[in-house]
C-alpha cells in the first residue's frame, strides 16, 4: 500500500446523505486517481488530478465531486445524485515513471 | 470508447505455466502494466513494459508486447497457490490508466 492512506476500510451510509472518501498520501507524487471496483468488473476512473488546484473527470465522473487543494490530499465525495454508490472506492498516485500505487480502498456501503 | 479485454478466469495446477492475455485499444500507450489484486486489498503493481520493447523478464514474470495486435501478455512460471488472484493489465494514453476487466486466476494443488 506504500505511503498513500485511505480512511476508513468500511463505510456505511443512508441513501440520500453525501459522504467523503479521504485518500492521503506522502510519497509526494503530483498525480493522483480515484477508481471506483464493481463486483467482478474492473477498475472504472472517476476523476483524476495532474497538479494541485486542477482535477479532470474521468469515464464516470457523474455523482461525484473531488477537490485537490493540497498535493498530500484528495477526498473524493459520493452525493445523493450518484445512482449506485455501493462499491469499493481505490485511490491512487502516479510517479513520475507512470507508475501508479494503489490505497488499501474504502468499501462503501449505501442502504 | 473500447474496452481493454481480458479473459475472466484462469485455472492451472500448482507448479504449471500460467498465461494471462489482454488486448488493449491505445496505440500511443508508453507504458503497459500488470497488476495484482487480492481479496480486499487495493492493486499492487508487478511489472510493466514500455512500449518500444518486445519482452521483459522479471524473476518468475515474462511480460510479451505485440503492438502490431495491440496484445500484451503475463506468463507466471511455476505458479504457486500465492498467486490466486486477480490480475488486471493497463494501458496509459494521455496521463490516464485504463485497466482492462481483470482475470481471475485460481492455482489449485
Known amino acids: 500500500d506504500g505511503g498513500i492512506t485511505q480512511s476508513p476500510k468500511y463505510l456505511f451510509r443512508k441513501e440520500g446523505q453525501n459522504v467523503t472518501l479521504s485518500c492521503e498520501q506522502n510519497?509526494?507524487?503530483?498525480?493522483m486517481y480515484w477508481y471506483r471496483q464493481d463486483p467482478g468488473q474492473g477498475l472504472r476512473l472517476i476523476y483524476y488530478s495532474q497538479i494541485v488546484n486542477d482535477f479532470q473527470k474521468g469515464d464516470i465522473a457523474e455523482g461525484y465531486s473531488v477537490s485537490r487543494e493540497k498535493k498530500e490530499s484528495f477526498p473524493l465525495t459520493v452525493t445523493s445524485a450518484q445512482k449506485n454508490p455501493t462499491a469499493f472506492y481505490l485511490c491512487?498516485?502516479?510517479?513520475?515513471?507512470?507508475?501508479?500505487?494503489f490505497g488499501p480502498g474504502t468499501r462503501l456501503t449505501v442502504t | 470508447g473500447e474496452d481493454v479485454e481480458q479473459s475472466l478466469f484462469l485455472s492451472v495446477r500448482e507448479g504449471d505455466s500460467s498465461v494471462i492475455n489482454c488486448t488493449y485499444t491505445?496505440?500511443?500507450?508508453?507504458?503497459l502494466y500488470w497488476y495484482k489484486q487480492e481479496p480486499g486489498a487495493g492493486l499492487q503493481l508487478l511489472t510493466y513494459?514500455?512500449?518500444?520493447?518486445d519482452m521483459k523478464q522479471d524473476q518468475r514474470l515474462t511480460v510479451l508486447l505485440n503492438k502490431k495486435d495491440k496484445h500484451l501478455s503475463l506468463r507466471i512460471a511455476d505458479t504457486q497457490t500465492g498467486d490466486s488472484a486477480i490480475y488486471f493489465c493497463a494501458e496509459t494514453p494521455g496521463g490516464k490508466l485504463i485497466f482492462g476487466t481483470g482475470t481471475r486466476l485460481q492455482v489449485f494443488p
Open positions: 510519497l509526494n507524487h503530483d498525480a
Open positions: 491505445d496505440s500511443s500507450s508508453t507504458y
Open positions: 491512487a498516485t502516479r510517479d513520475s515513471l507512470y507508475e501508479q500505487y
Open positions: 513494459i514500455f512500449s518500444n520493447m
